[in-house]
């Protein structure tokens, strides 16, 4: 059965540090990792899909990473802002499972 | 394309009464999943569809739930004799029946019980 855990589950920085969210799981076997950011009370907006034969992807100031031996993935986002204050999410997709299983996610809060 | 759409956003009901709520996936996906979120966790898988066929059914999904995808496009989740407990966020999601193709999620319907 697939686990998905994220550490930290809250992390407070000042604006402009770089960051990284840390997302390990335990079934190897899966077709993709994809990230998620939600904000308060709302649903999930998809920031990064990585296939499982890549070593990782990059949106803006954000940068995805995938080590399938080691069931890790980060997250990397540089520069942070206000905005970027939220809940993030890692969810995994395959394995012997056809649907995501998500962590329980990382709650980012970036003061000004 | 406009995504996909839940309908209401929010929704306040009395312990006991019944509720439906509806999805409509992006028009291409023929893959369609409910989850359910509570303050704090992560989403947990409820059911999915691929076209009109409900493939898989969470053990959390118990016998006052049940879902429909008649026509192979939108979906409705009704919960009955709802409880207290039965409060969260119900999210759904489309994808396409692909390997390693992405999910797309809708902003979610906050039920409330009281």
């Known amino acids: 059965k697939q686990e998905v855990t994220q550490i930290p589950a809250a992390l407070s920085v000042p604006e402009g540090e770089n960051l990284v969210l840390n997302c390990s799981f335990t079934?190897?076997?899966?077709?993709?990792l994809q990230w998620f950011r939600q904000d308060p009370g709302k649903g999930l907006t998809s920031l990064l899909l990585i296939q499982s034969s890549q070593r990782e992807q990059t949106s803006g100031r954000l940068n995805a990473s995938l080590d399938k031996s080691s069931g890790r993935s980060t997250l990397y986002i540089a520069a942070s802002q206000p905005g970027d204050s939220a809940t993030y999410l890692c969810a995994c997709h395959g394995g012997a499972t056809n649907k995501l299983i998500f962590g329980t996610g990382t709650l980012l809060a970036v003061q000004p | 394309d406009t995504g996909v759409s839940q309908d209401p956003r929010h929704k306040i009901t009395k312990r006991g009464q019944n509720v439906t709520f509806r999805c409509d996936p992006i028009?291409?996906?023929?893959?369609l999943y409910w989850y359910r979120q509570t303050l704090g966790q992560g989403p947990e898988f409820l059911t999915y569809?691929?076209?009109?066929?409900?493939?898989?059914k969470s053990r959390l999904l118990s016998d006052r739930f049940s879902a429909e995808r008649p026509k192979g496009s939108f979906s409705t989740l009704e919960i009955q004799r709802t409880e207290q407990g039965d409060s969260a966020m119900y999210l759904c999601a489309s994808s396409l029946a692909t390997v390693g193709y992405g999910y797309t999620f809708g902003s979610g319907t906050r039920l409330t019980v009281v």
């Open positions: 028009s291409e996906h023929n893959r």
């Open positions: 569809f691929q076209n009109e066929a409900q493939l898989e």
């Open positions: 079934d190897s076997a899966i077709y993709n």
